[in-house]
Each structure stands twice: as structure tokens, then as C-alpha cells.
């Protein structure tokens, strides 16, 4: 499988793809969506801003074809991507797709049958019959060529080699030179799909190697194939960004600190960087939430947050959570992390798209709690966490987002909504769509500031515990004064006309209110301040300078 046209005519094509096949080559032919980096930011050809808003969509294990397609219309699917908001898939693939012919020349059919999976074929012929006779390799551009007539972008992640459940440290697929990542062959897979999606107008980047990791890892080899890797995949396809991977399952890129990477290109590099809340063991449910958003956070700046100052796009390319609810350190996790993917603004692609797997580590049919979607695939499952994907969709920054002077935005990691006023007799302060954030005037470098919305030029006051903060034209008294406290840097305290210290929190009808600080770094891990957490997001997007009234009561009907 050298070309794209070895592929087609290496194998004997059925009438009923034949249509398929004409439509690739045609959507092949188009301009490519050329992406490129300026500094930290992943900009288009005119040089503004494309933000990486992207959902996981795993086409690597055993049956080797994209998961749900038993369940749903591809078309549906992908149409269903973009109304939640995503730009783009992360669509993995495990190396021996491109390598070993004896799985990439195997039809879908011939794949689910010889795993004995006949309902999941089933759903398949039922849902997407077009795809049955295709080859896995086939099947696999055609899930890229769909995605691309809805203009979702691809990033190609080569997951693993040997099509399975992915990854642990002695899987045989973790690092170069284990028992089935052979180098070589490697680099050779990389070659072949990068050149058959040269010039595919959609495919935007490849990720050379998910999660490198296991006792064989280290720095010296790190440099020398991924740096070899890369020059492949630029030489047989220009276009694409090529995204690396650091060691220890991705966690780990603090290296490039110490050794730049050499490439022979300029302008393609980008750096992966997964952050789940096991990433840290069970620290997030058994230590102070606030403690431990610290000591993680300051952890990644050395593990790789340090990319950005130096000038690098760092793209968080797995993350996610049980969107059942019901896993504390996961649910600690989620507001630290939203905070900080809000605050700095990064890349990402959420782990994952999949409600369910065909097979999975043995399984048929398996749930999967990560899913942004449902068991079915019909619908959201759960429409907070979307939510809160959602408000970080948009860019807050960059080249091209600068509409306006830098103001900031007040957003509530727990819920994904921002603090927006309404424009009643006597405004008011709720949480809504981050879409409609106001902008608010807040200087960061001193010790406490007023709370200023830049549009009315009205302050935030504090009123009284559990009272609703309002909007003073006098921006003098103490409780206008606001103070960022915690580890965190997500606590707004001020204090009453009694000098009672009270910290912005959220109450009834979603409205914003004071309340007393909760366990402001004492500690307690029982305590879980995360209600009280407003990050002030630094932003230059333009605003709506009439406020949202009319969305007020949807908003309401949406929390309550
Ligand atoms: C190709 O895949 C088959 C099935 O997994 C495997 O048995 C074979 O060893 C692979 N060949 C190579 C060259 O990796
Ligand atoms: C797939 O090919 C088989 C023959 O192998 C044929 O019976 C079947 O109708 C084809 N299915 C579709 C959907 O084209
Ligand atoms: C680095 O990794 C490679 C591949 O696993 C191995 O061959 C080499 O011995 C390792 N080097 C060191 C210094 O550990
Ligand atoms: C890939 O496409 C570019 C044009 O975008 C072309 O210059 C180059 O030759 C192609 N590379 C290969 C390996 O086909
Ligand atoms: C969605 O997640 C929230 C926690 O963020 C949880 O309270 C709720 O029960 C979940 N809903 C569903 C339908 O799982
Ligand atoms: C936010 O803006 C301030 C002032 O321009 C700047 O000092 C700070 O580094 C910015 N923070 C982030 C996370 O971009």
C-alpha cells in the first residue's frame, strides 16, 4: 500500500463502493486546510487563530473500523460532532492498518465476522451498508472524507501497532523497540498514511505515537525517532502538523526544556500532553481539592506548560472523565483542569466521542463512561459535562481573536457557564453561556481590585452571606474590594460592611451571591471548595455591548 491508488487497485472493487471511491478522489483533490504555528498559537493560512476543539474517535481496536457505526449513520455521527460544537476528530489508528496487509486488505465484514462480532455487523449493514464490503483501509478514508464534507478537521493518531485496547507499560506497543514497535516499521506507516492523506483537505495533523511509555523508554531515543518520524511524515505530506508525544503515557515532556527538538521544517511542531484525574493516582480524592489543583498544576508547568512561553503549541490530546458523576476524583479533577484549559486557552481533543465499543478487552457492546455521547449514540451523555466542553470550544485569544482590549471573563469551572449580567431596572448578576461572558475590569497585579464591568462601569458589591452581590455606581467602599485567594487562584473574597470575609458563590436561580469562604487551603480534604471557584480568564474576544435579558429565563429553566 504504497499510494492511494495501490490500494484501490491492489484490491477488486464492488459496484456498490465504486461511487464512494470516485467521491474520495474528488474531495482528495481540493485545497488542503494548511495549519501552521505562530509562537503558541495554531493559526490558518491567514495567520488567525484555529483553535483545536476536538473529540477522540477511536478506530484502533481489534475490529479496526470507527467505533458506533453500528449504531448511527456515519453522516449523523459527524453531523452530530459539529452541533456539539467540536471542529475536529483525533481519529486513532493502529499501525498495522497501513503496514500489515493481512488486516488492511480484510473487508469490514470479513473483520467483524472473524471476531464472531455478527450483531455489531448487523447494526453496520443496517446503518452504513455502503461501508460492508469495503477494505479497513478504505473504510478508514471514508470516515475521514465524511468528517471533511462536514468540515471537521482530522488529526491522524497512530494509537498503537497491534489493533487493541490501548495502553499499558508492557503491551509490547509502548516504546521503540518493544516486542511489536519495531522502528522501522514505524516509521514506514507513518510515511504510508501520511502520504495518502497528502493533500486531503481536511486532515490538518498526525500524532506520531500515542503515549509513549514502558521500562524500555528513554530521552536518547525519544530524540532520535521522533525527530525522524516527523522529517518522514513532512516529507510525504507537507500540510500536516505533526504532533509528539512525551514519555511516561504522554505525562512527560519536561526533556524539550533541556533539548530542543531539530527539525529540518519550521512552523509544524506541536506537543501532546494527556491529563486524566488518575494521571495522579487518587490525589484529587483523598487530599484538599485546592492543595492538590496547586501542586498538579505547578507539576505540569515543568512537565510541559513550560511549551507555551517557549513558544510551542501544546495540544492536551486526551482527557476526560466518568460523566456519571459519581467518581470524587475525577469530579475534583475536572474543575481544576476546566479552570486551567480556560485560563490558558490550549489546544485540546476530548477523550472520547464513543458510547459504546464493539469489543473491548474482551467485551462486546461496552459502555463507555467517558463517552460524550450515550450507550446509543443518540444523544449527549450527560449535558453538563458537554456544557462545560462547550465553553472552551471557542478561543479566548490569539492572533486574530484580538477584537478588543484585553478584559476578563469570570468563568465557573463546576458548571462551564460564565458570570454575565441582566439588563433589568436593577441588574443582576447570574452564571450563563460563556458566549454571552461580560467583560470585566480586574487588576490582576494588585493585592485586591475592584470588580468592574466594563460596559456600565459598574462595581460588584457584596451585600450580605447568601445575599446576591450587586452593581454600585460608588466603586469605593470595602465590598467592592475583591481579593483572589487560595492556592488556586479561583476564590474571590471581599468583605461585609461588618468586615464579615465572604467569597462569590452561586445560589438559588443560579444568581451570584456571598457566601463564606469555604476551606480557603486548610487543608480538609473532606471540603470541596469547587462551587466557589471563578477563574478570571483572560480574554479579547469581542463582546456583545447589549446584554442577554432574553436568554435569562432558558438559562434558568436549564439550571433549575
Ligand atoms: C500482521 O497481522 C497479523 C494478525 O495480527 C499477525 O499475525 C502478523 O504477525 C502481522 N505481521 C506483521 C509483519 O507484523
Ligand atoms: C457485499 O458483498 C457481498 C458478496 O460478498 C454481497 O452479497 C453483498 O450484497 C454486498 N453488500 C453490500 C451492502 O454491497
Ligand atoms: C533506550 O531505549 C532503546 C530502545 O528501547 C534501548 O535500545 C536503549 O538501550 C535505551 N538506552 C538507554 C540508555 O537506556
Ligand atoms: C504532497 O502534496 C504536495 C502538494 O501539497 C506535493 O508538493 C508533494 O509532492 C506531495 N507529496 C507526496 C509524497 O505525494
Ligand atoms: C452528569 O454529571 C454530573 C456531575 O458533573 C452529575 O451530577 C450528573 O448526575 C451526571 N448526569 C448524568 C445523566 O449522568
Ligand atoms: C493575562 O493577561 C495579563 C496582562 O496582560 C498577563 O500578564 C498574563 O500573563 C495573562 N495570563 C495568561 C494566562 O494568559
Excluded at 148 to 165: A, F, K, Q, R, T
Excluded at 392 to 420: N, R
Aim: proline residues 4%; negative net charge.
Amino acid at each position: 500500500m504504497n499510494t492511494k491508488t495501490n490500494i484501490f487497485v491492489s484490491h477488486p472493487l464492488l459496484l456498490s463502493s465504486l461511487q464512494l471511491i470516485i467521491l474520495m478522489m474528488f474531495v482528495t483533490q481540493t485545497q488542503p486546510m494548511r495549519l501552521h504555528t505562530d509562537s503558541r498559537w495554531i493559526v490558518d493560512e491567514s495567520g488567525n487563530r484555529v483553535k483545536l476543539a476536538c473529540v477522540n474517535w477511536p478506530s484502533h481496536l481489534q475490529p479496526v473500523l470507527a467505533e458506533g457505526l453500528n449504531k448511527r449513520p456515519l453522516d449523523d455521527i459527524a453531523k452530530e460532532i459539529v452541533e456539539m460544537g467540536f471542529n475536529c476528530v483525533r481519529l486513532t489508528w493502529p499501525l498495522y492498518l497501513a503496514i500489515n496487509d493481512s488486516i488492511s486488505s480484510l473487508t469490514v465484514q470479513q473483520s467483524f465476522h472473524n471476531l464472531g462480532l455478527s450483531d455489531s455487523l448487523a447494526g453496520i449493514v443496517l446503518n452504513n451498508p455502503s461501508i460492508t464490503n469495503l477494505t479497513l483501509i478504505q473504510a478508514y478514508q471514508w470516515v475521514v472524507m465524511k468528517l471533511g464534507e462536514n468540515n471537521v478537521m482530522v488529526i491522524l493518531d497512530n494509537h498503537l501497532s497491534v489493533p487493541g485496547w490501548c495502553c499499558s507499560g508492557s503491551d509490547g506497543n509502548g516504546f521503540f523497540g518493544d516486542e511489536f514497535f519495531d522502528p522501522e516499521q514505524w516509521l514506514e506507516g507513518l510515511a504510508k498514511m501520511a502520504t495518502l492523506f497528502n493533500n486531503t483537505q481536511n486532515v490538518v495533523g498526525m500524532s506520531l505515537r500515542n503515549e509513549l511509555r514502558g521500562p524500555g523508554q528513554n530521552v536518547t531515543t525519544w530524540y532520535k525517532y521522533m525527530q525522524e518520524g516527523a522529517e518522514r511524515v513532512h516529507s510525504s505530506n507537507p500540510n500536516v502538523l505533526t504532533i509528539l508525544s512525551g514519555l511516561s503515557f504522554d505525562n512527560d515532556l519536561g526533556f524539550i526544556g533541556n533539548r530542543p527538538v531539530s527539525l529540518t521544517y519550521n512552523g509544524k511542531l506541536v506537543f501532546e500532553l494527556h491529563w486524566y484525574g488518575f494521571s495522579d493516582g487518587s490525589a484529587w480524592a483523598s487530599g484538599n481539592p485546592s492543595q492538590v489543583c496547586r501542586n498538579v498544576v505547578n507539576s505540569l508547568k515543568g512537565r510541559a506548560l513550560f511549551l507555551l512561553s517557549h513558544g510551542w503549541p501544546l495540544f492536551v490530546s486526551e482527557f476526560g472523565i466518568d460523566e456519571r458523576g459519581s467518581n470524587e476524583n475525577d469530579n475534583r479533577y475536572s474543575n481544576c483542569m476546566f479552570g486551567l484549559m480556560a485560563e490558558l486557552d490550549l489546544d485540546w481533543a476530548v477523550w472520547g466521542l464513543q458510547g459504546s465499543y464493539y469489543l473491548r478487552q474482551g467485551t462486546v457492546e461496552l459502555d463507555e463512561t467517558f463517552g460524550v455521547l450515550s450507550f446509543d449514540w443518540s444523544r449527549a451523555r450527560n449535558k453538563t459535562f458537554l456544557q462545560r466542553l462547550q465553553a472552551i470550544q471557542p478561543p479566548f485569544q490569539g492572533p486574530g481573536v484580538s477584537k478588543v482590549s484585553p478584559y476578563d471573563i469570570m468563568f465557573h469551572p463546576l458548571t462551564g457557564l460564565c458570570v454575565i449580567t441582566t439588563n433589568e431596572a436593577q441588574p443582576q448578576l447570574v452564571l450563563g453561556s460563556c458566549l454571552d461572558a461580560e467583560a470585566w475590569g480586574y487588576d490582576k497585579s494588585q493585592q485586591t481590585s475592584t470588580l468592574t464591568s466594563i460596559k456600565t462601569d459598574l462595581c460588584v458589591e457584596a451585600q450580605g452571606l447568601g445575599e446576591p452581590v450587586t452593581l454600585s455606581k460608588v466603586c469605593s467602599s470595602p465590598s467592592v474590594s475583591w481579593e483572589i485567594i487560595s492556592v488556586t487562584r479561583m476564590q474571590l473574597s471581599s468583605r461585609l460592611a461588618d468586615s464579615t470575609a465572604v467569597c462569590l458563590d452561586v445560589g438559588a436561580g443560579a444568581a451570584i451571591v456571598t457566601k463564606p469562604c469555604e476551606c480557603p487551603d486548610d487543608g480538609d480534604h473532606t471540603c470541596d471548595p469547587a462551587g466557589q471557584w471563578f477563574k478570571m480568564v483572560n480574554s479579547t474576544r469581542s463582546y456583545k455591548s447589549a446584554s442577554v435579558f432574553s436568554r435569562r429565563e432558558e438559562i434558568l429553566q436549564e439550571l433549575m
